[in-house]
């Protein structure tokens, strides 16, 4: 860590250092998103009852971490704000309140957990069988989320600094622990015992502990001034990281809230088309990740631009970068859909064919999905490093509350619609937010404050 930050100066400079910036946030949003896939297929063997098992843990599971993720994100940008500014103290003070607010939330979600999850799965109308599978599969996880309170935190510290490198070797070190302790475990194989389903959730912990460890060294062996430095205050300290993170804290929280809320829904439907809908979400999430780094990245070389006083024109030439390679990237994200459904049963061969038939119909949803959802993500990185994380807070509560959620009601409780509609409804929930995002990244005030 004694070069931290270089990868981030140059960011605004070509596209390779923006790359450079990017690519190794890609792949450690990649695998912590593929904690769920994999597990999914791990345990895809077992049948659709332990499939559907994991869609229905996943969606509460999905809260306690996005949760932490959106505090996190938060302090990605005031820590590139800070590293922007060249000051030792701010530096320090946000790793310092950047952890001890996920260390909290990490508290209050595991207290509601308690509390909330037997009604939610019974309100999922799957079988006792399904839901007993569920509730276990969510007691081990709690150690999951304990860990990540820590890993996703010190990962925003990292990322904020231009040092995008450290938390991707995190997962480097955790993810082979966790698919060889997950399959050995289901499968009761190696002189382990046959766990099954909790298996999964039990390499998923140990491969999750390994990774906070690793960022835990990684702090202390740096050898940088900040760690040396005085700490702001506390506590005027976290007054000014709330108020700044409570806005993207509700942006990120409400995006899991409510895909949690749709996937207890879209639980209503029968086992085959849910468990279709539980293979093809993560896989969603897995592979949009290189769209959404990309534009996380563009979001902390804004931070530290802004920070350091730069001028509109370079911001302009950057943006046009940013939304080229953009582009490029949803050409890529697309021919994988296509190769995931067209090659579906041979991944997943051991499904019964009327869930592959509804894998199937998923497939010219996201053949376009990834255009309007990457140009929205620069969009919104770019305006929350400005400032307007307000402005961006509606538009995720409006389309999310007032349009996808209640539509899901309608298509899957009233309407019995096939489930690629749901799909469907996901796609146009990007439409409606890209006029509101692309109006505020093009004449936004926050343009106007730039110096020439």
């Known amino acids: ?176 622990i966790n698919v060889g302790l997950s399959w050995a475990l289901i499968h009761g194989t190696g002189g382990l015992p046959q766990l099954g389903l909790a298996g999964a959730a039990v390499g998923s912990v140990l491969g999750s502990l390994v990774r906070a460890g690793y960022l835990v060294w990684r702090v202390w062996r740096s050898t940088d001034s900040w760690r040396r430095a005085d700490s702001l205050p506390l506590r005027p300290a976290l007054r000014a990281h709330l108020a700044f993170s409570l806005p993207i804290a509700a942006t990120f929280f409400s995006a899991q809230a409510s895909g949690s809320v749709c996937m207890l829904i879209y639980a209503a439907y029968d086992v085959y088309q849910f468990a279709a809908l539980t293979l093809v979400m993560p896989w969603i999430n897995v592979v949009g990740t290189l769209g959404m780094a990309w534009a996380q990245a563009a979001g902390i070389a804004v931070a530290q631009h802004l920070g350091q006083g730069g001028g509109r024109a370079a911001m302009d030439h950057f943006l046009r970068m940013v939304w080229r390679g953009s582009a490029g990237l949803s050409v890529l994200v697309s021919g994988f859909y296509a190769l995931l459904i067209l090659e579906a049963d041979s991944l997943y061969a051991a499904l019964a064919p009327q869930t592959l038939t509804a894998l199937a119909t998923f497939l010219p ?77 093009l004449k936004g005030r926050w343009r106007d404050a730039l110096p020439d």
């Open 1 to 176: 860590m004694t070069a931290v930050g270089a990868g981030g100066m140059s960011a605004l400079r070509s596209p390779g250092g923006l790359f450079a910036l990017a690519w190794p946030m890609a792949m450690r949003m990649l695998m912590l998103h593929g904690i769920v896939v994999v597990d999914a297929w791990l345990v895809a063997p077992l049948g659709e009852a332990s499939v559907a098992a994991i869609g229905l843990a996943s969606a509460v599971a999905a809260l306690l971490l996005g949760a932490q993720n959106a505090f996190a994100n938060a302090a990605q940008i005031l820590v590139a704000q800070a590293w922007g500014s060249a000051s030792p103290s701010a530096l320090r003070s946000a790793c310092r309140t950047g952890l001890v607010i996920n260390l909290a939330v990490c508290t209050v979600g595991l207290s509601v957990l308690a509390l909330a999850t037997d009604p939610l799965l019974s309100l999922s109308g799957q079988s006792a069988e399904v839901q007993a599978q569920a509730r276990l599969y969510l007691l081990i996880f709690i150690g999951v989320v304990l860990a990540e309170a820590v890993g996703q935190s010190l990962s925003a510290f990292f990322n904020g600094c231009g040092d995008s490198r450290a938390p991707f070797l995190s997962y480097i070190v955790s993810v082979p």
């Open 365 to 441: 949803v996201l053949l376009i999905l990834p255009w309007p959802k990457n140009s929205n993500a620069i969009c919104g990185n770019t305006l929350r490093a400005a400032g307007r994380t307000v402005y961006v807070m509606h538009i995720f509560l409006w389309s999310q509350w007032a349009f996808k959620v209640p539509l899901s009601v309608v298509l899957v409780l009233w309407l019995d619609t096939p489930v690629v509609w749901v799909l469907a409804l996901n796609l146009a929930e990007e439409f409606v937010k890209f006029i509101p995002f692309h109006r505020g990244m």
